[in-house]
């Protein structure tokens, strides 16, 4: 029976890359600590480094003890003698250890030859832990006599920062053990994910992989560029490095290596050409000067330019599939649960979100048609959707458009008006205008039923963000005009002034509000969308105001909310001459934010609902206040407004929220007090 609280000695042997790193990990949370290589120099050097790093850690202040108490628990081994033997020093410090971290070359010869010895020498009640990332956990085990307390502890570099920790159970590692790991990975002040069954890659390498391979095969297949694919992964799903950026970052070669010791193994993955390629060339990445993007000289790190105007040229959904596919895969064969798969794609890989969260919000119904399209375009077999992704849609379960995915969200509620359907999927909510067969022309009974619909959101206070679309061919071709026949010009003023209301309630609105546009958007349906924050739109919109051609002129705010928002001689431009713009030229006029395929509309728009709806409320409410209101005033009634606001939102509880969360580096959940 080992208990955590009595580890005392650690034990890590090798000490490059992996091993100083996690010594020094050791070290810091307390442990008394044996580094051990096969010489002094590689020792040496890797104090200095450790030396190096509490330094820095010290400077942030993110050190309790002193660098050199922390220093002072850390002993160096030499285990080989000029033989080639292992030490009879080495065997002394094995007989003194509780835990040991095995963190030499990826050789399973000299790993199995270790761990022979360490189990001959460590005490019965020491666990043998091994850092492999691609070497079966159950072959290291068969070495030894006690398979039970054989595990993998995984680290990420550098073990210092990255909080992550995969531990994995071997074929016979026992549940003891694996508990006594994760406790001891705690200890060490890291988030430990388990791996249950010993998989090749584990779960951050096989969705890594899988993630990298596709966005290659798309660039090999010429179906993107590579900038387009890294621009793509950056600005619209969010990840810190593009594919190739990434690659190049940390090396071609050391990804080769993995995903070639993976396939060795049996992960089923067919190697990218142009990986391969940039490997035979001998261009790694960074570290040669060159592999997909250019350095300045080998080893020395720029950014590579990638342009954020090619973001969402190839749809995320194709690039995000595999790797949900893979995470479908580990969680259908019980290799960890979806909780600690998404942890580990978080703080492994440094997700903004699980790669199920991903899925859900995208919706697992898109990402099987990905899945399929893939299979079809690259021909590979590996992209066979994987039966837990089918069942899921044959059940309805495509995440959170229908309430519940591989997370469940609460129950979709969907209100069907005379002429809106209003959607609540929480913490956003749809406003659909419903009158398809006449391109949801705008008539009185729909801004009522529409006005209607945004107080009773307005009051919900689980709806965070709302969204405008229209159902069928167009947002809205504008007013209803044949509402006009045989009314006095004082009726139609009223209906002007009906009209201009419910836009200045969503321009006031406490909530962030925002227009996805297809097909036209005509008129009062351009009006009605001026009015809102953020206008998305499908490519191939038409938009514009063409009151002109029947005798009048926008009557609701359009004359005014045009010219605020594109330069006013294009606006008279658009108001005189009635003409239409596609959506493409609306967004280099500032009308519109995005332009997006038509298929990605929705999943575009519920994205940036979603990322949103996890703001502050209040902070939002304050922000859309101080521009709508300032923007309507001078200067310093806008920045006297701002200062008030600015300091109104210290009295707040999601502030005190807001910066616990950003010092304790997780994410902050605001609850708009
Ligand atoms: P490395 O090559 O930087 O360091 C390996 C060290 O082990 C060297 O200093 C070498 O002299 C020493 N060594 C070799 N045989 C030894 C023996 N019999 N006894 C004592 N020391 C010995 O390698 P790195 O990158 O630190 O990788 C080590 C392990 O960690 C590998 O199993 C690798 O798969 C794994 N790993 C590597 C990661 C990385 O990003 N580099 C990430 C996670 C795991």
Redesign the pocket.
């Given at each position: 029976m080992v208990d955590v609280e009595k580890i005392k000695t650690i034990t890590v042997?090798?000490?490059?890359?992996?091993?100083h790193g996690i010594a020094e990990v050791a070290a810091i949370a307390g442990y008394n600590v044996y580094l051990?290589?096969?010489n002094k120099e590689?020792l040496d050097n890797a104090i200095e480094k450790i030396k190096w790093s509490l330094q820095k850690l010290s400077e942030k202040g993110m050190l309790r003890d002193s660098v050199d108490t922390v220093l002072s628990r850390i002993k160096t081994v030499v285990?080989?003698d000029e033989q080639g033997n292992y030490t009879q020093e080495f065997a002394e410090v094995l007989k003194k250890t509780d835990f040991m971290i095995e963190?030499?070359?990826?050789r399973l010869d000299?790993k199995q030859k270790?761990f022979a010895f360490a189990d001959e020498h460590a005490p019965e009640h020491a666990i043998l832990a091994?850092?492999?990332?691609?070497l079966p956990i159950t072959e290291i085990a068969s070495a030894t006599k006690r398979p039970e307390k054989v595990v993998g502890m995984?680290?990420?570099?550098p073990p210092p920062l990255m909080p992550l920790v995969e531990v994995i159970k071997g074929e016979k590692t026992s549940d003891e053990t694996v508990q006594v790991t994760v406790a001891l990975a705690k200890k060490f002040g890291k988030q430990p994910v388990v791996v249950k069954k010993d998989v090749p890659g584990f779960i951050v390498n096989r969705i890594l992989g899988r993630f990298l391979n596709t966005g290659c095969h798309i660039v090999a297949k010429g179906l993107a560029t590579i900038e387009e694919v890294d621009a793509t992964v950056k600005y619209v799903l969010g990840l810190p490095m593009g594919i190739f950026e990434l690659s190049d970052y940390s090396g071609i070669d050391?990804f080769y290596y993995v995903f070639q010791a993976m396939r060795e193994r049996g992960f089923k993955i067919t190697p990218c050409p142009l990986y391969e390629e940039k490997f035979k060339k001998g261009e790694y990445g960074m570290k040669t000067g060159k592999g997909f993007y250019t350095y300045p000289a080998p080893g020395k790190y720029v950014r590579p330019n990638i342009p954020k105007d090619l973001a969402g040229k190839i749809d995320p959904v194709l690039l995000l599939a595999p790797a949900v596919n893979e995470a479908a895969w580990l969680l259908r064969n019980d290799v960890a649960t979806k909780e600690d798969i998404d942890k580990a794609v978080k703080l492994g890989l440094g997700w903004p979100k699980g790669v199920f969260e991903f899925a859900d919000e995208y919706g697992i119904d898109k990402i099987v048609e990905a899945l399929r399209k893939l299979k079809e375009e690259l021909g590979l077999e590996e992209m066979e959707p994987d039966p837990l992704l089918v069942e899921m849609v044959e059940k309805g379960l495509l995440g959170r458009k229908t309430g519940k995915g591989f997370y469940e969200y609460g129950e979709v509620e969907e209100i069907k008006k005379k002429t809106i359907i209003i959607r609540k999927e929480k913490p956003i909510a749809w406003i659909i205008l419903n009158r398809p067969k006449r391109l949801n022309a705008l008539s009185p009974e729909l801004l009522k039923e529409l006005g209607e619909a945004l107080d009773e959101l307005e009051e919900d206070n689980d709806v965070r963000v709302v969204i405008l679309k229209g159902e069928g061919r167009a947002f809205s071709a504008g007013a209803d005009v044949t509402a006009f026949a045989g009314v006095t010009p004082i009726d139609v003023a009223k209906f002007s002034r009906k009209f201009q209301e419910l836009t200045l309630k969503i321009q006031f609105y406490t909530k962030p509000v925002i227009a996805a546009l297809h097909g036209y958007v005509l008129g009062g349906g351009l009006e009605l969308a001026m009015s809102t924050d953020i206008r998305i739109a499908a490519e191939g919109t038409m938009l514009g105001q063409p009151e002109i051609n029947l005798g009048f002129i926008p009557g609701a705010g359009g004359t005014q909310r045009l010219p605020r928002l594109i330069p006013k001689g294009h606006a008279k431009l658009l108001i005189y001459t009635g003409d239409m713009i596609p959506a493409e030229e609306a967004a280099k006029l500032g009308l519109v934010e995005k332009v997006v395929p038509l298929e990605r509309l929705e999943q575009e728009a519920r994205a940036l609902a979603l990322k949103l709806a996890e703001k502050p409320p209040l902070a939002l409410m304050a922000a859309k206040y101080a521009v709508e209101y300032g923007l309507e005033s001078n200067i310093w009634a806008g920045l006297a407004l701002e200062a008030h606001l600015f300091g109104l939102l210290f009295s707040t509880e999601d502030v005190i929220e807001g910066v616990t969360a950003f010092l304790e580096k997780r994410k902050p959940k605001f609850k708009g007090r």
């Open positions: 042997v090798g000490a490059g890359t992996m091993g051990v290589d096969i590689i285990n080989l963190a030499i070359i990826e000299l270790l091994t850092n492999t990332s691609s995984h680290f990420f570099n050391v």
